[in-house]
Nanobody, 125 residues
Framework: DVQLVESGGGSVQAGGSLRLSCAASGSTTTAYCMGWFRQVPGKTHEGVATIDSDSITTYADSVKGRFTISQDKAKTTVFLQMMSLKPGDTATYYC????????????????????WGQGTQVTVS
């Protein structure tokens, strides 16, 4: 199996920045897709950004131009650089991953991901 651990959340003022990290360990393979989803109480996960082993990225319209997803393959780690944060970005951010050629939707959807991290809180005020 695969384990995902997020870090980097915190509280910032509107207009500030945060960098989230997601480290993967376990039975990872060379073909994968990883992404970030966010959730507020009473709502389902909302897709934020994804990146795959070919470095193809997707972004939600609400974060385009402000957030950047990237990866360090040697460390099996994915990052989410969040700039110009808004109060609407407040949520618990979850890292998600799927390993193997699984025929993902494009852009990848919540149901495409098997593994999930515990989440890290981001608060913007």
């Amino acid at each position: 199996d695969v384990q995902l651990v997020e870090s980097g959340g915190g509280s910032v003022q509107a207009g500030g920045s945060l960098r989230l990290s997601c480290a993967a360990s376990g039975s990872t393979t060379t073909a994968y897709c990883m992404g970030w989803f966010r959730q507020v109480p009473g709502k389902t996960h909302e897709g934020v950004a994804t990146i795959d082993s070919d470095s193809i990225t997707t972004y939600a319209d609400s974060v385009k131009g402000r957030f950047t997803i990237s990866q360090d393959k040697a460390k099996t780690t994915v990052f989410l650089q969040m700039m110009s944060l808004k109060p609407g970005d407040t949520a618990t951010y979850y890292c998600a991953g799927q390993w193997g050629p699984t025929g993902l939707a494009f852009p990848p959807e919540e149901a495409d991901f098997t593994y999930w991290g515990q989440g890290t809180q981001v608060t913007v005020s």
